[in-house]
């Protein structure tokens, strides 16, 4: 049960590193900080960013190796529609007349970042 545990807390820690990267990366291009893991009943908004005047939902994944498939292909279509479904609710409470488009962030194993625009 003990190693059970670590094994969990290693990989939050290394979905938690995945996001910060990420999150300097957007910086980095230029993007502003709203919000950071936006959490509700739909699901999490990973990372709330404004890119100029649009309003960008980006969803973070990591994967270690591709065997399983890769970072970018575990954003499926039911994953897509709880982070829509997450969105809506977030507007709900931050009404926004902003342009919203949807990003992918994807961090593979070997430290390549894919960023996916307009993703979904």
Known sequence: MLNKIKAKAAHLIRGENAEEQAY????A???EPVCRNFRCKQGELDLIMLDKQTLVIIEVRFRKSDKYG???ESVTQKKQSRIIAATHHYLSADKTDRPIRFDVIAISGNGTIDW????F
């Not at 300097?24 to 910086?27: H, M, P, S, W």
């Open 116 to 119: 996916i625009q307009n993703a």
């Open 70 to 72: 890769s970072a970018l």
């Open 24 to 27: 300097r990366f957007l910086l």
């Open 29 to 31: 291009k230029g993007l």
